[in-house]
C-alpha cells in the first residue's frame, strides 16, 4: 500500500458530495466511493459514511465483512490514511455485538451480527406456548445492555405529563395482566416468495412466528396515570426502542390510536415472558405487546412512548414495513403511496414434514401438522389440506385453540392432519391454507402477491415430499 498517496483525516472529510467526490476509509484504506453510492444495495445510508470511515458502520452491519465486499472496496482505493490519523482507529476492538447473549445453537441463522435467527418448522410446532429459546429472534441493531437499576420509560407528548417510571413502578402501579399472543414477522415466509423473484430482505423459512404467554401493565392504565383525558387529537402512539446504530438514531414504530380505544385489545407494556423476565433478545427489560399486529410494531427494549398526530417518522415505520403491487420495483418504488403494514393477512405453514423429505406413510396415510394464526384477532376457522394440488381437501383437526371470541383470538392454533395417499406415487405435494373468521382465505400462489420487500408471504403453503417404502 505504500503506492497509494497518504492523506489525512481532514483531507478524506472535505469529500462528502458527488461533486468533490465521496471519500471514505476502512482500516488505513482511503477509498473514492463516488461511482459506487447509487449502486449500493443497502440504499441512500451509505452517504452516512461520507467523507468518514466506514469501520463503525460495518461493525454494526457484519454483513459487509465478507471477502467478496472487501475486494469491490478495493478496487476504489485511491489512497493511505496517514500513520498518525490511522493509529487512532480503535474500530477493531470495538465490535458493538460483543454483548449480544447466547442463542440456541439449533437456530438456522439469517444474519449473525444484527442476530436473525429461527427454528427448525419441525421444533416450532411441538409447543403450543413457545418456549421462550425456541421463539425467533429479529434484531436491527446490537441487543443494547440495559442496567435496571437506572432504566426509565419516558412517557409524553399530546395530552401527557411528562411522565418517568421505573420498572418498579411498572410492576407495583398496575395491575399485571397476562395475554397469550403469537408475534410474526412481517417476513416470515420470506423464502418462499423469493422463489418467484428474487426480494430484499432476510430469508425467513417459516419459524419467524412464535406464541407466548406476555404479562405486564395494560398501556392504557399507564397513560391514564400520565394524565390521558382526551384522544381526540391524538392518532398514533410511537414507541422507541434503547438499539441505537452508530449515528444514535434509535428502532422505532407506531400503532394507531384504535388500538387504545378499545379495551379488547389487551396492549400490553410486557416485562414477562412465559412467566419468566424478559431475556435480553425479547426486549429486557420492557417491550409493547401489540396483539394481532406485525413483529415490528412490538417494540423492545421500549425506551420512550410519545402519543401523536403522527406516525413514529422511524425508518421501519416510513422506508420499510409496507406492501406494494408486484409490477413496483426498487426504480419506482415510494413508500410514500404505501400504509404501513399493522395488522397481519392469515397465514399457515405446514412444518411436519418439511420439504424434500423423505417420508413413511402409515397405513396408507401421512401425517401432515403445522400452525395457522390470523392478525387483528381473527378466529382460524378451518385449515385444509391436499396431497393432489385441489382435487380433494381434507379438512385438518384444530389440535389447540385458545377459547376466545373473533375478534380477541391472539394465540396461532396448531393442527394435525393424516391424510390418504396414492401407494404408487413415489412423490407428491402437500398444500395447505387456512380460512379465518372472516372468511378470508390465503392466496394461492405467490406470483401475484410478489412485492420487492418479500413482506406478507401468506400465499399457500406447498411442501414436496419423497414416500418411500
Ligand atoms: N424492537 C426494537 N427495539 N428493535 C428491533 O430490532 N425488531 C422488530 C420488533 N421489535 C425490533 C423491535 C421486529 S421486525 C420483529 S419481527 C420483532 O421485534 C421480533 O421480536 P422477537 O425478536 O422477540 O421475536
Ligand atoms: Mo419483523
Known sequence: STAYPIFSVTDVRKHTTKEDGIWVTYKDGVYNITDFVDGHPGGDVIMMAAGNAIDPFWNLYAVHKQPQ????????RIGTLSDADAEGDSSETLDPYAGDPKRNPSFIINSEKPYNGEPPLPMLVENFITPTDVFYVRNHLPVPQIDVED?????GGIGLR???????DLKTKFPKVSVTAAIQCA??????MTKVKPVKGLNWNGGAIGNAVWSGAPLIDVLKFCGLTDLSKIRHIQFEGLDMDVTNVSYGASIPV???FNPHCDVILAYEMNGEPLPLDHGFPLRVIVPGVVGARNVKWLGRIILSEEESSSHWQQNDYKGFSPSIDWDTVDFKSAAAIQELPVISAICVPTNESNVKLKDGKLVVQGYAWSGGGCKILRVDITADKGKMWYTADIVNQEDAAAGRCWSWVLWKAEIPIDKNLKQTEIWAKAVDSNYNVQPESFENIWNLRGVLANAYHKIKINIVQ
Open 69 to 76: 465486499i472487501l475486494k469491490i472496496l478495493e478496487t476504489y
Open 151 to 155: 432504566y426509565t420509560l419516558e412517557i
Open 258 to 260: 384504535e388500538k387504545l
Open 187 to 192: 417476513g416470515n415466509r420470506r423464502a418462499d
Open 162 to 168: 411528562e411522565t418517568s417510571l421505573t420498572l418498579d
